[in-house]
């Protein structure tokens, strides 16, 4: 990604943003021509993936047994839960960077226009 404030830095913190958001959002013209919309849409997608991880983590030894899922495949869903879950801490991290570098670079403020 481009440094902030550099030509084209805006375009490809979008494109990155994007990627962290479910593809049906993509044709929603708001997400589009609002980079900071973008950047708070993608907030909250991984807020809540989060929370349905740590949920998982949560509940994987009680609930996936009962459902004849082997101690050895939860121990491995559990170990796959916990590298998602750091994955998307830094997803975060750089959405948030990504946020405050956009809301600083704004040549105008948000919120207005079309």
Same mark, same amino acid.
């Given at each position: 990604? /481009? ?5 084209? #830095? ?5 494109? #990155? ?26 907030? #909250? ?22 459902? &004849?899922?082997? *101690? ?16 998307? *801490? ?10 405050? /570098? ?8 948000? &919120?207005? &226009?079309?």
């Amino acid at each position: 990604m /481009a440094a902030p404030g550099s030509p084209g #830095w805006e375009q490809t913190a979008t494109l #990155w943003l994007r990627t962290l958001v479910p593809a049906r959002y993509a044709g929603y013209p708001t997400l589009a021509r609002h980079p900071i919309v973008l950047a708070r849409h993608a907030q #909250w997608q991984l807020q809540h993936e989060i929370g349905a991880v740590r949920a998982a983590l949560r509940t994987s030894r009680a609930e996936l047994p009962p459902l &004849g899922v082997s *101690d050895r495949i939860v121990e491995s869903a559990i170990l796959m839960y916990a590298a998602e879950l750091e994955q998307l *801490d830094r997803l975060a991290r750089g959405v948030r960077l990504v946020t405050r /570098a956009l809301l600083a670079h704004a040549p105008e403020p948000h &919120g207005r &226009g079309v």
